[in-house]
């Protein structure tokens, strides 16, 4: 028969009440960045504007040998931004090392995208990279970060708590 909470020793309540604060405290995080229609990038964004979710996120990639994705949005984060007189500089080094066929970190860009890059490569603009940057990050918060979400670095992310 069950002796009830107190026959529990202290220590075991108190990483219980513990795990329960945690807890309350992550689903109160759910609850303020929910969705409207349930997609799940706005998580996913929510978690890149997170500093220890997007070293997590980062580390995940990298075990699954797509860290590219990652580095390529950031860098057109960092694109964004920039300084018009360097943008020039920025798009052709962001070109090279992602998009072009013989890139080293070649992200996974349909041909529309990729045309359209090259098209506009000689004038870039600070949204050079926006459509491809948006399909990058589809398909992270579409394939990635679901597995990322039963991943071991997640879990790391919630003890952070």
Not at 4 to 23: D, F, H, V, W, Y
Not at 127 to 132: E, L, P, R, S, V
């Amino acid at each position: 028969m069950c002796k009830g909470l107190s026959s529990l020793p202290s220590t075991c309540l108190e990483k219980a009440k513990g795990m329960r604060i945690k807890l309350s405290h992550l689903a109160e995080m759910h609850q303020k960045h929910k969705v409207q229609d349930g997609r799940t990038f706005q998580n996913l964004e929510i978690l890149l504007s997170s500093k220890s979710g997007l070293q997590a996120f980062y580390s995940f990639l990298r075990l699954e040998f797509s860290e590219e994705n990652l580095e390529f949005w950031l860098a057109c984060e960092d694109y964004r931004v920039s300084p018009s007189h360097l943008l020039k500089t920025k798009a052709s080094s962001i070109y090279s090392q992602f998009i072009n066929p013989d890139a080293p970190q070649e992200v996974n860009l349909d041909s529309e995208t990729h045309e359209a890059l090259l098209s506009v490569m000689d004038s870039p603009c600070a949204d050079t990279f926006h459509k491809a940057q948006q399909r990058i990050f589809s398909l992270m918060s579409k394939d990635s970060f679901p597995r990322f979400l039963r991943s071991h670095q997640c879990m790391e992310v919630i003890k952070a708590f």
